[in-house]
């Protein structure tokens, strides 16, 4: 027997076990996402004779910030179904479920994992909105002048604020800030409070063996590459790849769409702020 709908206090233990299923991702970030973003009704859920088999999460990520307005904002997340039962309509039917919750209220973002999900939004009204620029670096060793200090995920989000408020961007829920803090400290990372060369910036690092990640860098133009060494090296890694808002150009890739376009604006290259993997699966 099967049954759509949306999840109910309880399903937690089988929805992990499927997003271990679909994705296997570590323990950590799944109960991350539960202990910090989740609640009863974030998931769309298929059930097949009671056992869940395929899920999509819509919560929400925070506030669009554009033109003076603040617009609530969900991310739709982890779309993924069971290996065992894919191919048999269950994700498709759990994204309709997900996209026309999505369409209540507010706008919906989601971060599409290649140029196929980016067209087959795109024939749903989706727009791509969202650019980053990505680059990855040696440390080369040249001298740096600055400071790193890890900072609480209040503390984080406060600067984040202060230095994006010109920024078309989103307005990360604490919740969404608290989920990130916990993915970098389990790798050994952190949030940072980063001076360079006397400009404030901000961070989010993970590591990966001898590299630093760094998922989220705000900083002025021009200083992306400074920022990104000193948190290298405060972290004792010799490489580093580092995620910034686009330049003034607009230069930068696709990183994520919304549901409505925005209002004009002079901001050319919109934050949507850390990367949120689209995991899915083709469930035809």
């Avoid at 271990?20 to 970030?29: H, L, M, P, S």
């Amino acid at each position: 027997m099967e049954e759509l709908r949306t999840s109910r206090p309880g399903d937690e233990p089988a929805l992990k076990a499927l997003w271990k299923t679909a994705f296997g991702d570590a323990d950590e970030v799944i109960d991350g996402f539960f202990e910090t973003l989740y609640a009863p009704g974030t998931a769309s859920v298929c059930l097949l004779n009671g056992r869940p088999v395929s899920a999509a999460y819509l919560f929400r990520l925070g506030d669009l910030v554009c033109d003076g307005r603040w617009t609530p904002c969900k991310l739709l997340y982890a779309w993924g179904t069971d290996p065992a039962f894919r191919g048999r309509g269950f994700g498709k039917r759990v994204l309709e479920n997900a996209l026309e919750r999505a369409a209540v209220s507010g706008v919906t973002a989601l971060c599409p994992g290649s140029p196929a999900f980016f067209d087959r939004f795109r024939d749903r009204g989706f727009r791509t909105t969202f650019y980053a620029r990505e680059e990855r670096r040696d440390d080369d060793g040249r001298p740096l002048s600055g400071t790193v200090t890890r900072v609480t995920v209040r503390g984080y989000a406060a600067l984040r604020e202060e230095l994006l408020h010109r920024r078309t961007h989103i307005d990360l829920d604490i919740r969404a800030v608290e989920y990130r803090d916990r993915l970098c400290r389990a790798s050994g990372g952190g949030l940072f409070y980063v001076v360079a060369d006397g400009a404030r910036c901000c961070a989010a690092a993970e590591l990966a063996g001898d590299e630093a990640l760094i998922r989220e860098l705000i900083v002025p133009a021009g200083r992306e590459d400074d920022a990104a060494a000193l948190v290298c090296r405060a972290l004792r890694r010799k490489k580093y790849t580092f995620r910034a808002p686009a330049g003034e150009t607009g230069a930068g890739a696709p990183s994520a769409m919304l549901s409505a376009p925005l209002p004009p604006s002079p901001d050319p290259a919109p934050w949507l702020g850390f990367d949120w993997p689209w995991q899915n699966f083709t469930d035809k």
